[in-house]
C-alpha cells in the first residue's frame, strides 16, 4: 500500500473511532463549534488588481486557519462540511449558476494529501441546500508542468512560478461561461491570476473568486495587492 493511502486509511480509521472535535479549537462534540464560528467576519470582499471580484471567509489565522490546516494536511475529512457551509455563506451572495472551477493542487501534494482538497471542498459546496441546487463544479484546470511549492516566495517569484503552468482540460463549460474560482488561500493572488489567465484563454470568463482564507496581509477588504 503507497504511504499516502496508508495515511488516508488510518485517517478514515480514526474518524469512526475517535469522537469528533472542532477543527477550531479542539473542543469534543463538533467540527466546528458556536465559539470559533463567532470569530468570522460577514464574508469580505479581497481587492486584487486585475481581478474581478473576490470573496474571502475569513483571515488565515486562528480558528479558520487551524481548521483548514487539519483539514488540508492532517487528514480531518471529517472538516470538510463545516468549511463549505462557511464557503457556502460566500458564494450565496454571488448571483447566477456558478459554475465552480477549484484551483488545482500540485500533483505530488495532492498524491501526499490522498486527493485534491479544494476540489472535494467545491463538491461538498456545490450540494450546499444554501446554493439550492444553482452550484456545479467544473475541475478544467490541470497543472501542466511541475511548479515549486510557493511557500516562503515573493510575489514576483510566484507568479513567475505559475507562469505557464496550468492547463484547461476537456470537458468544459460551453465558451463564454462565466465561472467561480475557488481557493482555499490567497497570499499574493498569484494563483488566481494564473488560474484566471488560463481560462480567458480557453474562452471562459473568470467572474469572481471564492477563498477561505485571506492572507493578504492588509486590512481586510481595503487591500489592494499587486
Ligand atoms: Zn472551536
Same mark, same amino acid.
Given at each position: 500500500?503507497?504511504?499516502?493511502?496508508?495515511?488516508?486509511?488510518?485517517?478514515?480509521?480514526?474518524?469512526?473511532?475517535?469522537?469528533?472535535?472542532?477543527?477550531? /479549537?479542539?473542543?469534543?462534540?463538533?467540527?466546528?463549534?458556536?465559539?470559533? %464560528?463567532?470569530?468570522?467576519?460577514?464574508?469580505?470582499?479581497?481587492?486584487?488588481?486585475?481581478? &474581478?471580484?473576490?470573496?474571502?471567509?475569513?483571515?488565515?489565522?486562528?480558528?479558520?486557519?487551524?481548521?483548514?490546516?487539519?483539514?488540508?494536511?492532517?487528514?480531518?475529512?471529517?472538516?470538510?462540511?463545516?468549511?463549505?457551509?462557511?464557503?457556502?455563506? #460566500?458564494?450565496?451572495?454571488? &448571483?447566477?449558476?456558478?459554475?465552480?472551477?477549484?484551483?488545482?493542487?500540485?500533483?505530488?501534494?495532492?498524491?501526499?494529501?490522498?486527493?485534491?482538497?479544494?476540489?472535494?471542498? /467545491?463538491?461538498?459546496?456545490?450540494?450546499?441546500?444554501?446554493?439550492?441546487?444553482?452550484?456545479?463544479? #467544473? &475541475?478544467?484546470?490541470?497543472? #501542466?508542468?511541475?511548479?515549486?511549492?510557493?511557500?516562503?516566495?515573493?510575489?514576483?517569484?510566484?507568479?513567475?512560478?505559475?507562469?505557464?503552468?496550468?492547463?484547461?482540460?476537456?470537458?468544459?463549460?460551453?465558451?463564454?461561461?462565466?465561472?467561480?474560482?475557488?481557493?482555499?488561500?490567497?497570499?499574493?493572488?498569484?494563483?488566481?491570476?494564473? /488560474?484566471?489567465?488560463?481560462?480567458?484563454?480557453? %474562452?471562459?470568463?473568470?467572474?469572481?473568486?471564492?477563498?477561505? /482564507?485571506?492572507?493578504?496581509?492588509? &486590512?481586510?477588504?481595503?487591500? #489592494?495587492?499587486?
Amino acid at each position: 500500500m503507497l504511504p499516502d493511502m496508508k495515511s488516508s486509511l488510518a485517517a478514515a480509521l480514526l474518524d469512526l473511532v475517535l469522537p469528533t472535535s472542532c477543527g477550531g /479549537c479542539g473542543e469534543p462534540g463538533t467540527p466546528w463549534c458556536i465559539r470559533c %464560528d463567532s470569530t468570522l467576519p460577514a464574508p469580505y470582499p479581497v481587492r486584487l488588481t486585475g481581478f &474581478p471580484q473576490v470573496l474571502a471567509v475569513g483571515r488565515y489565522r486562528g480558528p479558520l486557519r487551524a481548521a483548514l490546516l487539519g483539514y488540508k494536511e492532517r487528514g480531518r475529512r471529517d472538516l470538510a462540511p463545516a468549511l463549505a457551509v462557511l464557503l457556502a455563506d #460566500a458564494a450565496a451572495r454571488l &448571483p447566477g449558476p456558478l459554475v465552480l472551477v477549484p484551483a488545482p493542487s500540485r500533483p505530488a501534494a495532492a498524491r501526499a494529501r490522498g486527493g485534491d482538497h479544494v476540489l472535494r471542498l /467545491c463538491r461538498v459546496l456545490a450540494r450546499s441546500p444554501a446554493l439550492a441546487g444553482r452550484a456545479s463544479v #467544473a &475541475p478544467v484546470l490541470r497543472a #501542466a508542468r511541475r511548479t515549486r511549492d510557493s511557500v516562503g516566495l515573493d510575489a514576483a517569484a510566484r507568479a513567475a512560478n505559475l507562469a505557464g503552468s496550468l492547463r484547461t482540460t476537456e470537458p468544459t463549460p460551453p465558451p463564454g461561461t462565466r465561472v467561480v474560482l475557488v481557493d482555499d488561500v490567497v497570499t499574493t493572488g498569484a494563483t488566481l491570476r494564473a /488560474c484566471a489567465a488560463e481560462l480567458t484563454r480557453s %474562452d471562459l470568463r473568470p467572474g469572481a473568486a471564492l477563498v477561505l /482564507c485571506d492572507a493578504t496581509g492588509g &486590512p481586510a477588504g481595503i487591500v #489592494a495587492v499587486s
